[in-house]
């Protein structure tokens, strides 16, 4: 179910920070809107706040989408 090349610990906090729905968002547009999302998604472009939050530093090269 969840294709997202990115850690399942991020994911989990994901969830308990923003909210099921707000992962699902996510992984829709990685899926379907904008697969070049999920080639660039690393461990370079996801990360942590001081505080714990996961956070996007950078989800995407450049291109059409």
């Given at each position: 179910y969840y294709y997202a090349p990115c850690c399942n610990e991020?994911?989990?906090l994901v969830i308990d920070y923003y909210g099921q729905e707000?992962?699902?968002?996510?992984?829709?547009?990685i899926d379907n809107v904008?697969?070049?999302?999920?080639?660039?998604?690393?461990?370079?472009?996801?990360?942590y706040?001081?505080?714990g939050r996961p956070i996007l530093l950078d989800y995407s090269g450049w291109g059409d989408c």
């Open positions: 991020w994911k989990a707000m992962l699902d968002k996510f992984i829709n547009f904008c697969p070049e999302v999920g080639e660039d998604l690393h461990q370079g472009n996801y990360g706040t001081l505080d």
